[in-house]
């Protein structure tokens, strides 16, 4: 947003909360926040979403990252973005898979980090 001054130093909660709104905002599909906290070290939110196309995939993902910079003033890398069917974010403290959905069905990242139990809350439905 021009005008408003970046939060500097955001907290792992305000990057989630507005990486959830950005994807929100950008129609992602299947949003799958998985809190990493005492479980690994490479951060402390992962955050796994699908696009229908890779050319959502990719406007999802500079979106996220331009949103993050300019609102909190986060720099983020990422990686995957010219092909479009797995982008990763990652912001330190907050990582961030943006998947094309054959290519999510393929690497299902949820089962390596999710209980069970929240697993079968997050399946598709169909």
């Not at 305000?14 to 950005?22: G, M």
């Not at 993902?61 to 990652?90: C, F, N, P, Q, Y």
Request: proline content about 4%.
């Amino acid at each position: 947003m021009p005008g408003v001054a970046p939060v500097i130093n955001a907290t792992s909660e305000t990057q989630l909360e507005r990486i959830l709104s950005s994807l929100s905002e950008d129609k992602a599909e299947e949003i799958v926040q998985i809190d990493l906290r005492g479980k690994s070290a490479m951060g402390d939110y992962m955050v796994i979403c699908s696009g229908r196309s890779s050319r959502q995939v990719i406007a999802i993902s500079e979106k996220l990252v331009d949103r993050l910079k300019h609102e909190l003033g986060t720099a983020a890398r990422i990686e995957g973005k010219e092909t479009g069917d797995w982008v990763l974010i990652d912001t330190g403290d907050v990582i961030v898979h943006v998947f094309r959905p054959e290519v999510r069905d393929f690497y299902q990242l949820e089962k390596m980090w999710l209980p069970a139990t929240q697993q079968a809350a997050t399946a598709p439905r169909g």
